[in-house]
């Protein structure tokens, strides 16, 4: 292990993301309600930290090989939600321990959503802009990010590359991958400003805009009010926010390719994209026909407006909310959580299993039942006509067992915390598939869990965004075999 090339790009990782605490600061001058001193300290703290790991290896050229890769990517996440803690830790207006901002800035940060504060109507702008921006940063990655800086700095990037986004992901757009990763960030960002104009357009002020604009895009869910999106009881802010959510759980790789051949179709083409959408419509459909049958609500475009925004929010695991599901028939709650295990394409901001997993783990099974009615048959998967190498097939299964193994040992040691069975559920299922709201205890925030539990979440989270594998294997002790 080339340890000198880690700390040497977990050094120069900081420093860039120091450069971050620099708009809430930024903010706070604008609306003058005295943050700024925390916000000054963790940017000069993340910066001197930044500095101390990469002088000293500041000269180091050595190849950045994958289990150097893995080690940098997880490290970061961790050291990244660590000093993401500092404003949180500091600012008068929270007074929050230590468990409950690490907790908050990893869940910013995998994009999850959840979060242990009440009160958000209350609390200084900066704060509320900070906790958006984290979503933002993580919503693509701050790997794909370092992916188009870490070249121009002397440090490949490879293998952070394949590292963050294990098993089945983000397609290369460009022969390389700095390309690669700027053509990522261009969708990225138009995607934003075009939904924070919508959002403006819709009857939100500048700074909500912007800051839902942030969390759309980045499938999170932080909203700058309790209420969430429901704060606004806007159906042009929630058009809004379905069009984006929708847009942001689809592959950033197709949207490449629809701009690049300048022909819409292109998305109809891609086997995930159908299957996103049929999944996504068959639970609005069911959704609404069981609301509006049950007497729930009354009038029809009131039962199919709440059906189609948190069908959407939940299933992306986006994790926004317009009112308060979890008080719906006892079914509906359970079906929306059980959606967002299936949650977004494979490539988006989302979380979850993925699409395109479940969609081969579905043909899999399908081969399994004709193979056993023609035992003779040859039967090759297809995705977008092309045969699924094996190798794929045996990722697929072999993120899927992990997925159950780690949700299980979560589950167990959650509701070992004193977590009722739906609460501790539900958490699990939020946390590993970076959804935010819960049930139960957690329907609201996270704010009452004891502290243990929000570390086990915290783990969970980062599971969830780092997709098992790349966590798993840091654990295994070949791993650490030189």
């Given at each position: 292990?080339?340890?000198s090339i880690v700390f040497k790009t977990i050094g120069l990782l900081l420093?860039?993301?120091?450069?971050?605490?620099?708009?809430?600061?930024?903010?706070?001058?604008?609306?003058?309600?005295?943050?700024?001193?925390?916000?000054?300290?963790?940017?000069?703290?993340?910066?001197?930290?930044?500095?101390?790991?990469?002088?000293?290896?500041?000269?180091?050229?050595?190849?950045?090989?994958?289990?150097?890769?893995?080690?940098?990517?997880?490290?970061?996440?961790?050291?990244?939600?660590?000093?993401?803690?500092?404003?949180?830790?500091?600012?008068?207006?929270?007074?929050?321990?230590?468990?409950?901002?690490?907790?908050?800035?990893?869940?910013?940060?995998?994009?999850?959503?959840?979060?242990?504060?009440?009160?958000?109507?209350?609390?200084?702008?900066?704060?509320?802009?900070?906790?958006?921006?984290?979503?933002?940063?993580?919503?693509?990655?701050?790997?794909?990010?370092?992916?188009?800086?870490?070249?121009?700095?002397?440090?490949?990037?490879?293998?952070?590359?394949?590292?963050?986004?294990?098993?089945?992901?983000?397609?290369?757009?460009?022969?390389?991958?700095?390309?690669?990763?700027?053509?990522?960030?261009?969708?990225?960002?138009?995607?934003?400003?075009?939904?924070?104009?919508?959002?403006?357009?819709?009857?939100?002020?500048?700074?909500?805009?912007?800051?839902?604009?942030?969390?759309?895009?980045?499938?999170?869910?932080?909203?700058?009010?309790?209420?969430?999106?429901?704060?606004?009881?806007?159906?042009?802010?929630?058009?809004?926010?379905?069009?984006?959510?929708?847009?942001?759980?689809?592959?950033?790789?197709?949207?490449?390719?629809?701009?690049?051949?300048?022909?819409?179709?292109?998305?109809?083409?891609?086997?995930?994209?159908?299957?996103?959408?049929?999944?996504?419509?068959?639970?609005?459909?069911?959704?609404?026909?069981?609301?509006?049958?049950?007497?729930?609500?009354?009038?029809?475009?009131?039962?199919?407006?709440?059906?189609?925004?948190?069908?959407?929010?939940?299933?992306?695991?986006?994790g926004f909310a317009s009112t308060n599901y979890s008080q719906w028939p006892?079914?509906?709650?359970?079906?929306?959580?059980?959606?967002?295990?299936?949650?977004?394409?494979?490539?988006?901001?989302?979380?979850?299993?993925?699409?395109?997993?479940?969609?081969?783990?579905?043909?899999?099974?399908?081969?399994?039942?004709?193979?056993?009615?023609?035992?003779?048959?040859?039967?090759?998967?297809?995705?977008?006509?092309?045969?699924?190498?094996?190798?794929?097939?045996?990722?697929?299964?072999?993120?899927?067992?992990?997925?159950?193994?780690?949700?299980?040992?979560?589950?167990?040691?959650?509701?070992?915390?004193?977590?009722?069975?739906?609460?501790?559920?539900?958490?699990?299922?939020?946390?590993?598939?970076?959804?935010?709201?819960?049930?139960?205890?957690?329907?609201?925030?996270?704010?009452?869990?004891?502290?243990?539990?929000?570390?086990?979440?915290?783990?969970?989270?980062?599971?969830?965004?780092?997709?098992?594998?790349?966590?798993?294997?840091?654990?295994?002790?070949?791993?650490?075999?030189?």
């Open positions: 292990m080339q340890y420093m860039v993301f120091s450069l971050t605490q620099i708009p809430p600061i930024i903010v706070d001058f604008i609306y003058d309600q005295n943050e700024m001193q925390s916000f000054i300290f963790a940017f000069s703290l993340t910066l001197f930290s930044g500095l101390i790991l990469w002088l000293p290896f500041r000269n180091i050229k050595k190849d950045f090989r994958i289990r150097e890769g893995i080690l940098v990517v997880v490290s970061f996440w961790f050291v990244l939600s660590l000093f993401a803690t500092i404003p949180f830790l500091l600012s008068e207006s929270l007074r929050m321990s230590f468990g409950d901002a690490f907790f908050e800035s990893m869940s910013g940060l995998t994009t999850t959503g959840a979060t242990v504060i009440a009160g958000l109507d209350d609390l200084p702008k900066a704060i509320l802009y900070y906790r958006q921006q984290l979503q933002w940063l993580g919503g693509m990655g701050i790997i794909v990010l370092a992916v188009a800086i870490l070249p121009m700095l002397g440090v490949g990037g490879m293998e952070l590359y394949h590292a963050e986004s294990s098993g089945i992901s983000k397609e290369r757009l460009t022969p390389k991958l700095t390309q690669t990763a700027k053509a990522l960030w261009k969708i990225y960002i138009s995607f934003t400003i075009v939904c924070a104009i919508g959002y403006y357009l819709a009857g939100m002020n500048a700074f909500d805009a912007i800051g839902h604009s942030y969390s759309t895009v980045a499938i999170g869910g932080f909203s700058t009010h309790d209420a969430s999106i429901g704060f606004f009881d806007s159906s042009a802010i929630e058009s809004v926010a379905i069009v984006f959510m929708l847009l942001a759980g689809i592959n950033f790789s197709l949207h490449f390719f629809v701009w690049q051949k300048k022909n819409i179709f292109t998305y109809w083409k891609d086997s995930e994209f159908k299957t996103y959408l049929f999944i996504l419509s068959i639970t609005t459909v069911v959704i609404f026909i069981f609301l509006f049958d049950s007497g729930y609500y009354i009038s029809t475009s009131e039962a199919f407006r709440q059906a189609i925004f948190q069908t959407v929010s939940i299933a992306t695991t986006t006892f079914i509906l709650p359970v079906l929306l959580i059980f959606a967002s295990f299936i949650g977004a394409c494979a490539g988006s901001t989302g979380g979850g299993i993925k699409v395109v997993r479940v969609l081969l783990m579905f043909k899999l099974a399908m081969k399994e039942i004709k193979k056993f009615i023609h035992p003779n048959a040859h039967i090759n998967i297809k995705l977008n006509q092309r045969s699924v190498p094996e190798r794929v097939l045996v990722s697929v299964w072999g993120f899927f067992s992990l997925y159950v193994i780690a949700f299980i040992f979560i589950l167990i040691a959650l509701m070992f915390t004193g977590l009722d069975q739906v609460s501790a559920f539900s958490a699990t299922t939020a946390s590993i598939n970076n959804l935010g709201p819960g049930l139960g205890e957690v329907a609201a925030n996270y704010g009452g869990v004891s502290d243990t539990a929000k570390w086990i979440l915290s783990f969970s989270m980062l599971l969830g965004r780092l997709e098992i594998l790349t966590l798993m294997a840091l654990l295994h002790r070949a791993f650490w075999r030189f």
